[in-house]
């Protein structure tokens, strides 16, 4: 059974920090995209970040390059979003999803298997 498990959400003043983890499970870890997205209300999801295992390759949506780092590692089947100065506007549900045969900054649809989402909130 394919599983994808994040958490490390919670409430966070303006320019803090929180990590979120996704752990994987029921799948070839290394086949697959693992991507970080979010979702605000009345909002589109929308793309975080990405990695490639295989070869650690990367991927950031531009509201979020210099802020947030993700990281993986395979022997774990982890992937984690390091997220710093965090702006009220990067409050949402983040979601961890794996897709095979995918580009990096591929769109939601593209992925084939979520998680359940954690809650991140950002407090002014």
């Known amino acids: 059974e394919v599983q994808l498990q994040a958490s490390g959400g919670g409430l966070v003043q303006a320019g803090g920090s929180l990590r979120l983890s996704c752990a994987a499970s029921?799948?070839?870890?290394?086949?697959?995209?693992i991507g970080w997205f979010r979702q605000a209300p009345g909002k589109e999801r929308e793309e975080v970040s990405c990695?490639?295992?295989?070869?650690?390759?990367?991927y950031y949506g531009d509201s979020v390059k210099g802020r947030f780092t993700i990281s993986s590692e395979n022997a774990k089947k982890m992937v984690w979003l390091q997220m710093n100065s965090l702006k009220p506007e990067d409050t949402a549900v983040y979601y961890c999803?794996?897709?095979?045969?995918?580009?990096?900054?591929?769109?939601?649809?593209?992925?084939?298997?979520w998680g359940k989402g954690t809650l991140v909130t950002v407090s002014s």
């Open positions: 999803a794996a897709g095979i045969g995918i580009r990096l900054g591929a769109p939601p649809l593209m992925y084939d298997y």
């Open positions: 029921g799948f070839r870890f290394d086949d697959y995209v």
């Open positions: 990695i490639d295992p295989s070869d650690g390759s990367t």
